[in-house]
């Protein structure tokens, strides 16, 4: 059994405006593509993480993955496992606004929804070099905004990803080229809060 990439929930050029239909074919069929294979590459041959789920390899990446594959699954399941919820946290039109508990949680954070918006868009636009802005729960049901290099996952430190925000140049350069705050800025209107909201539910 190996990890298998699902079709995007919408057409490539659904997002235009946004992210361009070259950047999407490309991020999925192609990025998205390779950190599936690597992973199932750097799982091959180790019987003891057969039918582990993807979740479980990076909540317990050093208890359970040897220690000779573990930086190419923290980099390829993570790379797996981000960019199926950046996918699935974008819709055409977005929706505009968090609600029910997500909203509280966000307040509780940042005072009003406006001031999470700005802290969240200067952590996407201060990560050095590649990586991610996150919005992620805590234990406590609380939410934090952090930023992570690479491709790791919030789950390697036992944080629950609700919404991430992919800043590798991949993810934007045809359009906005060295532009990463036009990209930041943009990227609200293609958000799906209602999904970000069920993630926090979970
Ligand atoms: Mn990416």
Redesign the pocket.
């Known amino acids: 059994m190996s990890f298998t990439l699902s079709a995007l929930p919408y057409a490539y050029d659904a997002l235009e405006g946004v992210i361009d239909k070259e950047t999407m074919q490309i ?1 999925h069929d192609k ?1 998205h593509q390779t950190y599936v294979d690597k992973l199932n590459a750097a799982l091959e041959g180790e019987a003891v993480l057969v039918g582990v789920s993807l979740e479980d390899l990076l909540l317990n990446l050093e208890a359970k993955v040897p220690q000779a594959k573990q930086s190419a699954v923290r980099n390829h399941a993570g790379g797996h496992h981000n ?1 199926s919820l950046f996918w699935e946290i974008m819709t055409p039109g977005g929706s505009n606004v968090p609600t029910g508990d997500l909203a509280i949680a966000i307040n509780n954070l940042s005072g009003d929804f406006a001031n999470f918006k700005t802290s969240f868009a200067e952590k996407a636009a201060s990560q050095f070099g590649s990586g991610w802005a996150w919005l992620v729960k805590k234990a406590d049901a609380s939410v934090e905004i952090i930023s992570l290099p690479n491709q790791d996952s919030p789950l390697l430190q036992g944080l629950t990803p609700l919404m991430g925000l ?1 800043v ?1 140049e ?2 934007y350069y045809l359009k906005y080229q060295n532009r990463r705050p036009e990209y930041i800025a943009a990227w609200w209107q293609v958000l799906n809060w209602d999904k970000v909201a069920e993630n926090y539910a979970k």
Do not use: L, P, Q
């Open positions: 991020h990025h960019h992919d590798w991949h993810a």
